[in-house]
């Protein structure tokens, strides 16, 4: 069946600095969509992205999908302490989500 | 007002027993979802549903099952629990296959 894989799975950074997470498929996706779930938390919906080449910024978070539309990005700029969690991403109807990347934030 | 809560928060059984997990949105949304996210944090969908139709995860034993009561509810039995159960479970839902989901806290599951 469809796989999704993501990358990193574990990004340890300063506070302060540059994060960004990959999601890719073995196949073309009609959308994308990212989560959040804090540590004890449940999975919060960031955004859904559906245009080949879509870029999407909330805040510090930009979100990208790519061309082919097999692979996507999150990219947070400056991380603060509040980034903490893991991010998945998951896509179209079939509920796949990939196994997320856990992102420490050090102060 | 919770859109989605989940009952109970916390539940701890021994094995060969039967439980159920309880979830209600007050979203008027039309599909319902079960999760289940084992310790590595793999999160795994169990089970989709709406008035029309249940899509089940068919890795998902036959010992769990969804029970809609209504289009708010969708609660889930587990019969003869296993050590393997163990794990948080997550109910969410949406406006339409596909769209974004919203979830409930989960429900942290203990099977000794």
């Known amino acids: 069946g469809q796989q999704v894989m993501q990358i990193p799975q574990y990004q340890h950074v300063q506070e302060g600095e540059d994060f960004t997470t990959y999601c890719n498929s073995s196949?073309?996706?009609?959308?994308i969509q990212w989560y959040k779930q804090r540590p004890g938390g449940h999975p919060v919906f960031l955004i859904q992205l559906v245009k080949s080449g879509e870029v999407k910024k909330q805040k510090r978070l930009t979100f990208q999908f790519g061309e082919a539309k097999k692979n996507s990005s999150l990219h947070i700029t400056a991380t603060q302490t509040t980034d903490v969690g893991t991010y998945f991403c998951t896509y179209g109807q079939n509920f796949v989500f990939g196994p997320g990347t856990r992102l420490s934030v050090l102060p | 007002d919770t859109a989605v809560s989940q009952t109970p928060k916390y539940l701890v059984t021994q094995m060969g027993n039967d439980k159920s997990i309880k979830c209600e949105q007050n979203?008027?949304?039309?599909?319902m979802y079960w999760y289940k996210q084992d310790s590595k944090k793999f999160l795994k969908i169990m089970f989709s549903y709406n008035n029309k139709e249940l899509i089940i995860n068919e890795t998902v034993p036959n010992r769990f099952s969804p029970k809609s009561p209504d289009k708010a509810h969708l609660n889930l039995h587990i019969n003869s629990l296993e050590l393997g159960d163990s794990a948080v479970y997550f109910c969410?839902?949406?406006?339409?296959?596909?769209?974004?989901?919203?979830f409930g806290p989960g429900t942290r599951l203990t099977v000794l």
């Open positions: 196949t073309t996706l009609s959308n």
């Open positions: 969410a839902s949406s406006r339409l296959d596909g769209d974004e989901q919203f």
């Open positions: 979203l008027g949304h039309d599909t």
